[in-house]
């Protein structure tokens, strides 16, 4: 385990399903209406054909219907957090980075730089120029600490430790049990301890249901009432292994619309698809604490 100097710094939905479900049902209703003539040709074949005509006009209008749903879905990602009056992370808060696998300088780099432009700069004139800027996107996080009339120190963030562990300490098949052990490895008195697993390491569940995790776990550390808790967030690399479920949109959705993927900034398409999931998993963590 090395220890690396601190820098001062799905989307496939229930419309996509119920499109692909009526395509592949297209055919087995066809066979089915040829055998329904065939059965009873008795009856009369406009009945029949009428018949036809109806469901596959019924198809029509629930594929159309999906697509727009879809198409909308794509133009529109705000997804607000609603506020469930739980208790919220207060105060100053480190995030610790813990790399398990091999990751290129360049890559640490982005995601630590991403983790100290959670706080805004004290020089307001800098500030002012680099709108609109990660802080002020982490801004928004504010208002729930508003509704909740907390008389606490504001949530405060900062880039604290840095863990490589680049030997693979603990195999390349990690199970939520390893990867706690892992976040137990970072400081756990107020910190969110996030791991970052390269391409090369599976984890359960990766790319199957999900392409992250957050969570909270008992720590080492003796608090009032028990033992303390820490909160821990983890990232895969889904560059490999499922840029289609992962990656977007930094790579073409296996489902929906292929439009042409966006280009990542760095030409880092590991980096910024971490980043990607990083932002909603950070701001869950910070509000279910």
Same mark, same amino acid.
């Given at each position: 385990?090395?220890?690396?100097?601190?820098?001062?710094?799905?989307?496939?939905?229930?419309?996509?399903?119920?499109?692909?479900?009526?395509?592949?049902?297209?055919?087995?209703?066809?066979?089915?209406?040829?055998?329904?003539?065939?059965?009873?040709? /008795? +009856?009369?074949?406009?009945?029949?054909?009428?018949?036809?005509?109806?469901?596959?006009?019924?198809?029509?209008?629930?594929?159309?219907?999906?697509?727009?749903?879809?198409?909308?879905?794509?133009?529109?990602?705000?997804?607000?957090?609603?506020?469930?009056?739980?208790?919220? &992370?207060?105060?100053?808060?480190?995030?610790?980075?813990?790399?398990?696998?091999?990751?290129?300088?360049?890559?640490?780099?982005?995601?630590?730089?991403?983790?100290?432009?959670?706080?805004?700069?004290?020089?307001?004139?800098?500030?002012?120029?680099?709108?609109?800027?990660?802080?002020?996107?982490?801004?928004?996080?504010?208002?729930?600490?508003?509704?909740?009339?907390?008389?606490?120190?504001?949530?405060?963030?900062? &880039?604290?430790?840095?863990?490589?562990?680049?030997?693979?300490?603990?195999?390349?098949?990690?199970?939520?049990?390893?990867?706690?052990?892992?976040?137990?490895?970072?400081?756990?008195?107020?910190?969110?301890?996030?791991?970052?697993?390269?391409?090369?390491?599976?984890?359960?569940?990766?790319?199957?249901?999900?392409?992250?995790?957050?969570?909270?776990?008992?720590?080492?550390?003796?608090?009032?009432?028990?033992?303390?808790?820490?909160?821990?967030?983890?990232?895969?690399?889904?560059?490999?292994?499922?840029?289609?479920?992962?990656?977007?949109?930094?790579? /073409?959705?296996?489902?929906?619309?292929?439009?042409?993927?966006?280009?990542?900034?760095?030409?880092?398409?590991?980096?910024?698809?971490?980043?990607? +999931?990083?932002?909603?998993?950070?701001?869950?963590?910070?509000?279910?604490?």
């Amino acid at each position: 385990m090395t220890v690396i100097a601190s820098r001062a710094a799905e989307h496939p939905n229930k419309s996509t399903a119920a499109s692909s479900y009526l395509l592949l049902r297209l055919p087995a209703w066809n066979l089915r209406l040829q055998r329904l003539s065939n059965s009873k040709s /008795q +009856h009369n074949a406009l009945s029949d054909k009428l018949l036809e005509i109806i469901i596959y006009f019924a198809c029509f209008i629930q594929l159309s219907l999906a697509s727009r749903m879809l198409s909308e879905a794509v133009v529109d990602q705000a997804q607000p957090l609603q506020y469930h009056k739980g208790p919220l &992370l207060t105060g100053k808060i480190s995030v610790n980075l813990i790399w398990y696998g091999n990751f290129k300088p360049s890559q640490r780099a982005i995601i630590s730089d991403f983790v100290a432009s959670l706080t805004s700069s004290a020089d307001s004139a800098t500030k002012a120029q680099s709108q609109p800027s990660v802080a002020a996107w982490w801004k928004q996080i504010e208002k729930y600490y508003h509704l909740s009339g907390s008389k606490k120190a504001p949530l405060s963030l900062f &880039l604290g430790t840095q863990l490589l562990d680049d030997s693979y300490s603990l195999g390349k098949s990690l199970t939520d049990k390893k990867i706690t052990e892992l976040a137990s490895r970072g400081q756990q008195k107020d910190a969110i301890n996030v791991v970052l697993t390269a391409s090369d390491v599976t984890v359960d569940g990766f790319c199957m249901s999900r392409c992250g995790s957050h969570g909270s776990a008992s720590g080492t550390a003796r608090a009032r009432r028990g033992l303390s808790k820490f909160a821990y967030v983890w990232i895969g690399d889904s560059t490999s292994q499922c840029p289609g479920q992962c990656a977007w949109p930094f790579h /073409q959705p296996i489902y929906g619309p292929q439009s042409p993927p966006l280009v990542a900034p760095n030409n880092d398409t590991l980096s910024h698809s971490e980043v990607n +999931h990083t932002d909603p998993l950070f701001s869950t963590r910070v509000l279910r604490e």
